[in-house]
């Protein structure tokens, strides 16, 4: 058996310029000190007026998130950027900051490589040791050839190996037509993207009658179900688009495991067959598809990975005019594991005291969100032990080539 | 090994009082012959202006209902007021309402009963073969006192054997306070309450930038993820106030299989672990409470199901205090299949042609969404014969005591 690699692919930062820009700002995003106690919050959503999580150098500082890949043996990070990304620019100013930060994060992988040579002690190279996807400027206005060209000098970009994308677009979400060169550039360049959430879904619902309902549950709804909604949303909308029948080859990495969809799957193969709308559409069952994403192992339990693990598996039994079809469920396992790889989501979900408040000075803590990811993968009872391997680190090696 | 029997727990209808109800009102909700084709349509949400879905005597035609049992070999059908309820009332009308739907209910399974001893075919007594779940005045200013007491008159009808209720409650949801005394009765009287979608998350986001965006997918978003995303949050929200810690014999059956809550309810525990407004709030994981549930096994998929299965029993490992927390993951097999039961979800998602179109004249045809509920049970390859005779039927005749 050989040794295990951690690679962590869902891991955030904001670059140092991104800290500025967002301090500068006096409407959300942003980060202000009005807060009771006059530390820094991330205020991100526009309904945050005085709210926001408070953020400190674990969210821009190279040095705490090394320390922090050190402290839980994660050979290999692929930092992305927190969102809201680059949302909130106007078309200009996205499509310049999309330079900047891909500059900014191949920088940052850089000082990484030197921070760890200084140290030197992993199994790894040092200069494998973090990566970075990076990022396009999607925002309101700007021209899909801006996107584009953004995949350019990512694919240029050695320490770049993918970019994440939120599921706003150009303003229209992802289904929008006008995204199509995207799709193509990034099947065509092999670039992975990865969805993940920001709005969450029912953010704006915080009324006695809305989604989340009069009752304070802290940011537990919108965080545990308004995030996992909005990726199934996102990724139901580029399926339904055709996206994957046009570019079968696009690789598309799903924050959470996918979300809320893997379980809601069979359930939307059926609605589509019965809609008028929709039901001639696609090339394939809409189950097919699932067997062409990719999905962080970050759902937090083995019963979940499981499960993404079957539905992803069984995918290829509703794929039109393969032989497939027909073929037993209990040939899949171990088919859909190779497409899950772990993740932490640092510095999101730092851990806490008993009393739920919340440990700032995290240099020393193993981390209770990164042990239950772990656990999970080694506690799902049907994988092998070559599959958890996968799922720590072989499959994010094979797919990015790292 | 004995013989199947099959048992709809998931089956609605419209009572014809409530029908003409719907023909005389001038807005949503509402029946109208608006259409190009001049066919009833059944108008639900505010937004549906002149559409909506062509309805007919399947809605509401006891004779019809009793054909599709037939048709489909179900011994026993529970059925449904289908949304939206009595949602829309003013309080007086709902209270009214609620009496005469519930003897309406009591009338329409007596009526089913004259029909099947005319037939007398079946293997189960004819009087068993239709029961219903009555309704409660739920809606906006109800004094929740008049809640209680259409309680103890379902206790009191013989074919009531439980009570539907949507997400929304008297107009605050279901973690409302004021409805504390109805979970109590509930509870009490040993009432199955049968919580079901209605609005569906992100209706009210059909704009370019809203959740399901400009493109035309038809229903097929909000009907296979606005409505488990709806049955998730509610069910959330149920849990987040203690309601399952105050009444713990509450017995709660949940429609589409739980909707999306399953697969996101390990992450739903790390979002509470991490916050401090509930970290310190329940007496146990939110896990634990999944396992207190009941679901329907209207999902489509066996994949699904079993994803269910698993999650329902590992349930137990994870309450304060109890020695089967260190349990192990294979022990928990086939605890969680006792808590499913087959559902069809009639006269929603009716058969229809290559094209698309609805088969209107559905007397004769076997329903598509029928059968792909029936093999996804058959097809659980975990589940032993026993296991799915279960959901097939008889974890319905224990639970409603039929």
């Given at each position: 058996?050989?040794k295990?690699?951690l690679?962590?692919?869902?891991?955030?930062i904001?670059?140092?310029?991104?800290v500025?820009?967002?301090r500068?700002?006096?409407?959300?995003?942003?980060?202000?000190?009005n807060?009771?106690?006059?530390?820094?919050?991330?205020?991100?959503?526009?309904?945050?007026?005085?709210?926001?999580?408070?953020?400190?150098?674990?969210y821009?500082?190279?040095?705490?998130?090394?320390?922090?890949?050190?402290?839980?043996?994660?050979?290999?990070?692929?930092?992305?950027?927190?969102n809201?990304?680059?949302d909130?620019?106007?078309?200009?100013?996205?499509?310049?900051?999309?330079?900047?930060?891909?500059a900014?994060?191949?920088?940052?992988?850089?000082?990484a490589?030197?921070?760890?040579?200084?140290e030197?002690?992993?199994e790894?190279?040092?200069?494998?040791?973090?990566?970075?996807?990076?990022i396009?400027?999607?925002?309101?206005?700007?021209?899909?050839?801006?996107?584009?060209k953004?995949l350019?000098?990512?694919?240029?970009?050695?320490?770049?190996?993918?970019?994440?994308l939120?599921?706003?677009?150009?303003?229209?979400g992802?289904?929008?037509?006008?995204?199509?060169?995207?799709?193509e550039?990034?099947?065509?360049?092999?670039l992975v993207?990865?969805?993940?959430?920001?709005y969450?879904v029912?953010?704006?619902?915080?009324?006695?009658?809305?989604?989340?309902?009069?009752?304070?549950?802290?940011?537990?709804?919108?965080?545990?179900?308004?995030f996992?909604?909005?990726?199934?949303?996102?990724?139901?909308?580029?399926?339904?688009?055709?996206?994957?029948?046009?570019?079968?080859?696009?690789?598309l990495?799903?924050?959470?495991?996918?979300g809320?969809?893997?379980?809601?799957?069979?359930?939307?193969a059926?609605?589509?067959?019965?809609?008028?709308?929709?039901?001639?559409?696609?090339?394939?069952?809409?189950?097919?598809y699932?067997?062409?994403l990719?999905?962080?192992?970050?759902?937090?339990?083995?019963?979940?990975?499981?499960?993404?693990?079957?539905?992803?598996?069984?995918a290829?039994?509703?794929?039109?005019?393969?032989?497939?079809?027909g073929g037993?469920?209990?040939d899949?396992?171990?088919?859909?594991?190779?497409?899950?790889?772990?993740?932490?989501?640092?510095?999101?979900?730092?851990?806490?005291k008993?009393?739920?408040t919340?440990?700032?000075?995290?240099?020393?803590?193993?981390?209770?969100?990164?042990?239950?990811?772990?656990?999970a993968?080694?506690?799902v009872?049907?994988w092998?032990?070559?599959?958890?391997?996968?799922?720590?680190?072989?499959n994010a090696v094979r797919?990015?080539?790292l």
């Amino acid at each position: 058996m050989s040794k295990r690699i951690l690679v962590d692919c869902h891991t955030h930062i904001y670059t140092k310029r991104l800290v500025s820009l967002l301090r500068s700002r006096t409407v959300n995003p942003r980060i202000h000190t009005n807060s009771p106690d006059g530390s820094e919050k991330l205020a991100i959503l526009p309904q945050e007026v005085l709210g926001g999580r408070t953020v400190g150098p674990q969210y821009w500082d190279v040095r705490n998130k090394a320390s922090f890949m050190n402290r839980h043996a994660i050979d290999i990070s692929i930092v992305s950027l927190a969102n809201p990304w680059l949302d909130f620019l106007d078309a200009p100013q996205a499509v310049t900051s999309a330079y900047e930060c891909n500059a900014d994060l191949e920088q940052y992988c850089a000082d990484a490589t030197k921070l760890f040579s200084a140290e030197a002690k992993g199994e790894v190279e040092v200069a494998r040791r973090m990566k970075a996807f990076g990022i396009m400027p999607l925002a309101d206005g700007v021209e899909p050839k801006e996107v584009v060209k953004s995949l350019e000098v990512i694919k240029q970009s050695p320490s770049l190996c993918g970019a994440i994308l939120g599921s706003r677009g150009l303003g229209k979400g992802l289904d929008d037509p006008a995204l199509e060169p995207v799709w193509e550039k990034a099947a065509e360049l092999g670039l992975v993207l990865f969805l993940h959430p920001h709005y969450g879904v029912g953010a704006d619902a915080s009324k006695p009658d809305g989604l989340w309902g009069a009752q304070d549950n802290g940011h537990v709804l919108p965080l545990a179900l308004g995030f996992p909604f909005e990726t199934a949303a996102a990724t139901t909308r580029l399926i339904l688009a055709g996206v994957f029948d046009r570019h079968p080859n696009l690789k598309l990495l799903v924050a959470h495991s996918g979300g809320a969809l893997p379980i809601l799957s069979s359930r939307l193969a059926s609605c589509v067959a019965h809609d008028p709308h929709v039901c001639n559409r696609l090339k394939h069952d809409p189950r097919y598809y699932l067997g062409k994403l990719y999905y962080d192992a970050v759902a937090y339990g083995p019963e979940e990975l499981e499960a993404v693990d079957r539905i992803i598996g069984r995918a290829e039994r509703y794929g039109s005019g393969t032989d497939a079809k027909g073929g037993k469920i209990q040939d899949m396992v171990e088919v859909g594991v190779q497409r899950m790889m772990f993740g932490t989501d640092h510095p999101f979900f730092p851990p806490t005291k008993e009393d739920g408040t919340v440990i700032t000075d995290d240099q020393t803590e193993t981390w209770r969100s990164v042990t239950e990811n772990l656990e999970a993968i080694s506690d799902v009872p049907s994988w092998s032990q070559s599959a958890k391997m996968g799922v720590f680190g072989k499959n994010a090696v094979r797919l990015f080539g790292l």
